[in-house]
């Protein structure tokens, strides 16, 4: 195999390897945010400890990028293609951080019914932010620029969202001291998913610095 050959090869794989960790890193924002609205702490525990072996593949393939750079000493778009790996992991590590954030707010929670009332927008944060991750690594695997910068466009809807639901939690916390407890945790909450959002968006300018080598502030 050609030093070419075998370069290409391994950038092949390096995408494979993230893309296999973004998969896990979906499914741990959708089942964080689905045992917050389920209460249900056993699937927070999963997530929870699930959070370990997402770090050792972060780690993984982190070594392989560097191991990368230092061998090929790639230069151009190779080199682009490696730092861009790279970007992309950090995103998703902290993203599963912040699941894990959810996941242990659930734990906290648990033990009582929630009465706060803007509860529903939560899971429509999740799915906002778990679309932008799928897209952007669509975007990532097709070198897709235009999607890339049509999935940070759905961080403004995050942060509309986000902006509500601090609103209204604020005011009930106010209007009913009673639920303040809940009310914060749940201002968290929000916030750990607009920060997933931001990450989300920070994947799409990595592509477009793939793709193009301008640096485009999305976010």
């Not at 590590?93 to 699941?99: F, G, K, L, T, W």
């Not at 959002?197 to 920070?202: G, L, R």
Request: glycine content about 4%; hydrophobic content about 45%; aromatic content about 6%.
């Amino acid at each position: 195999m050609s030093p070419r050959s075998s370069f290409d090869k391994a950038l092949a794989e390096l995408q494979q390897d993230i893309l296999r960790m973004a998969s896990l890193v979906e499914q741990a924002i959708y089942d964080a945010v689905q045992s917050l609205v389920k209460l249900d702490v056993a699937s927070a525990a999963q997530v929870i400890m699930g959070d370990e072996m997402i770090d050792e593949l972060y780690l993984e393939i982190e070594d392989k990028c560097v191991k990368l750079i230092a061998t090929q000493q790639p230069i151009a778009r190779d080199l682009r293609v490696a730092i861009t790996g790279i970007k992309i992991l950090l995103s998703l590590e902290r993203m599963a951080d912040h699941a894990v954030d959810i996941a242990r707010a659930t734990m906290c929670l648990s033990g009582q019914p929630l009465t706060v009332k803007c509860l529903e927008y939560i899971p429509q944060m999740g799915r906002l932010a778990q679309q932008m991750v799928k897209d952007g690594l669509d975007a990532y695997v097709n070198g897709d620029v235009q999607k890339a910068r049509e999935m940070c466009a759905l961080d403004d809807e995050v942060d509309y969202i986000f902006a509500r639901v601090f609103r209204e939690l604020i005011n009930g916390m106010i209007e009913n001291p009673k639920t303040v407890m809940q009310s914060a945790y749940l201002l968290y909450v929000s916030r750990y998913l607009e920060r997933i959002a931001d990450h989300a968006t920070n994947i799409g300018e990595a592509v477009i610095y793939l793709v193009t080598g301008e640096r485009r502030e999305l976010n």
